[in-house]
């Protein structure tokens, strides 16, 4: 259609690529319209992987052109042509990029029609020496509103390169869609992982005649190190019918980015023709090595097969014949590939025959059952100790809770005892003295039941009324202590050995009284009387005292020489 040459702003000197269609075309009226057609469509697209065009228009000379970036690198075809066959994965990186921009194409509405190596344009660039820059969208199919082409082609009328057209644009089909890219990358990914072209022939027509009758030979046919899973994602492009290939770009760059991940979804079996003699590359030591295989995989299948278990599927060959007469990589359904060798079949022993490298079809292969021993069950015995763990915690709380309101219980009870004992007159002895008359109470009081060291309500926080009401603005407050005996000290006052009945004035002054027994710690404490109350003090015992280490091996302020101001 055209030429394209280095351009150079005059200014600013920057490097552009100018595309010139010829001067023999620029009178027919399709020619320039599908010319400019492509500026039209790269610029609606608009992906990172897609050449990108910066204007267009016509010279007074009468020279259609458009000017497009500049873009250092190499095509497709000439790493091909330096390097015949790439690596499994650089090959699978190439290809997702150019479904990724083929995928963008579609969503805007653009059929490419027209992949190639030639056409794919390898540049540096984000660190990636193999970024894929898309090129020449001169036969672009672009679709307007209502889905009709904004270009038609008439019929009858090819336009593409042969060995990368779908069957459907060899027979010039008039209702092509996006799949037709589908099929001529999976052509593009055959070629770089084989070398190879899938259909070729000294002819156009001979091209023709095999993209639309043949079936695609077998990938690993020519290259045994690709992986099963991209020998399937390639023949499913070449598929035929259309409705056979991935129904999107997208589906086909999932499968590329991640070939295992597709194999697993158990997607149907891509049918594959067979290798004629002398046809593959490989040379003869890989054929016997995979023959050796094969025959060490059919013996695997051959153990249990009369065990009466069910048959068990067998995974797909890891190695495709090749170079042998009547191989099948993948068989499908309704495909014409020959059948498995029987085993039953009688081979004269003069005359050996060649190993048949066929992929294996699904042998019944049964596994031996043993019955349950007597004694055991088929079902793993259940595990126990969540049970026990879980009635060990109830019964842990039933018995707490039984003795929280047990033990509540019996404090009411000395609650009520200690008020009853407050009617009565308090002896005297050595370590006590009396209460003071009603006429005259004492500005002391206590109002406050501890256990444990924080402060409780006495008898479900009521207070313990004595049997005889005491005086109008008096209360009776009985302070006890474990143990006891310990001496009550209020106000420069001994009230005696706990437990203790002191009547005093109801006031909201707080009063402070300390405890003290031999062995045990002083305990302070300060209350405000505001009713009767019964107040029970836990008292901390005192450390043993430690007297001082005798000999120079006491170090001074190292607290062994002296007692602890506590432990008095």
Request: charged residues 20%; aromatic residues 4%.
């Amino acid at each position: 259609m055209g030429a394209v040459y280095v351009a150079e702003h005059p200014l600013i000197g920057k490097k552009v690529a100018l595309k010139v269609i010829h001067r023999e075309l620029a009178t027919n009226k399709e020619v320039v319209q599908r010319f400019f057609q492509e500026a039209k469509a790269v610029t609606k697209i608009g992906n990172e992987h897609i050449i990108e065009i910066h204007d267009f228009g016509q010279t007074p000379e009468g020279d259609h052109f458009y000017i497009m970036e500049y873009i250092e690198g190499e095509t497709l075809a000439s790493v091909l042509a330096r390097e015949s066959v790439l690596d499994v994965m650089r090959a699978l990186h190439i290809g997702a990029q150019i479904a990724a921009a083929l995928a963008a194409a579609h969503a805007a509405g653009v059929i490419h029609r027209d992949l190639k190596p030639d056409n794919v344009m390898l540049t540096m660039r984000l660190g990636d020496p193999n970024f894929v820059v898309l090129l020449d969208f001169g036969l672009a199919k672009m679709f307007v509103g209502g889905g009709q082409s904004a270009v038609k082609t008439a019929a009858g009328v090819l336009l593409g390169t042969p060995q990368y057209m779908s069957p459907e644009a060899c027979e010039s089909k008039g209702n092509l869609d996006h799949r037709t890219d589908i099929y001529a990358l999976g052509i593009l990914l055959f070629q770089m992982i084989t070398g190879m072209l899938p259909f070729d022939g000294a002819t156009m027509g001979e091209v023709l005649v095999k993209q639309v009758t043949q079936l695609p030979p077998p990938p690993r046919g020519y290259n045994p190190s690709i992986p099963p899973s991209v020998e399937q994602i390639v023949l499913r492009c070449l598929a035929k019918n259309v409705d056979a290939r991935f129904p999107t770009m997208l589906a086909l760059r999932e499968a590329l980015l991640d070939p295992e991940s597709y194999l697993r979804k158990s997607p149907p079996i891509a049918p594959a023709r067979s290798l004629a003699p002398g046809e593959s590359k490989v040379d003869a030591k890989t054929v016997m090595a995979y023959a050796a295989q094969q025959a060490q995989a059919e013996q695997k299948t051959r153990i249990g097969v009369n065990t009466g278990s069910m048959p068990l599927p067998l995974p797909a060959p890891a190695r495709t014949a090749p170079g042998e007469h009547g191989v099948k990589t993948m068989i499908g359904s309704g495909s014409t590939a020959p059948q498995p060798r029987q085993h039953s079949q009688q081979v004269p022993q003069h005359h050996p025959p060649a190993p048949e490298m066929v992929a294996p079809a699904q042998p019944k292969m049964n596994t031996m059952r043993i019955a349950t021993p007597i004694g055991y069950s088929s079902r793993p015995p259940r595990k126990m100790w969540p049970i026990v763990l879980v009635l060990a915690l109830l019964l842990g709380l039933g018995g707490g809770a039984f003795a929280v309101a047990w033990f509540g219980k019996q404090d009411g009870t000395q609650a009520v005892a200690a008020a009853e004992d407050a009617a009565a007159p308090v002896k005297k002895d050595s370590r006590s003295t009396p209460p003071p008359a009603p006429d005259a109470p004492s500005p002391d009081a206590v109002t406050v039941v501890e256990s444990k060291g924080s402060a409780v309500a006495s008898d479900k926080g009521s207070a313990a009324p004595p049997v005889n009401k005491p005086p109008p603005g008096m209360a009776v407050i009985v302070i006890d202590s474990t143990p006891q005996g310990a001496e009550v000290i209020g106000a420069g006052k001994n009230y005696g050995t706990t437990p203790a009945t002191l009547s005093l004035p109801i006031s909201d002054l707080p009063l402070d009284f300390e405890l003290k027994l031999n062995g045990y710690k002083k305990k302070s404490k300060q209350i405000v009387v505001s009713g009767n109350i019964v107040i029970n003090v836990n008292l901390d015992k005192a450390p043993a005292p430690r007297g001082p280490r005798k000999g120079s091996g006491a170090k001074q302020g190292s607290g062994d020489e002296l007692m602890r101001p506590d432990d008095l």
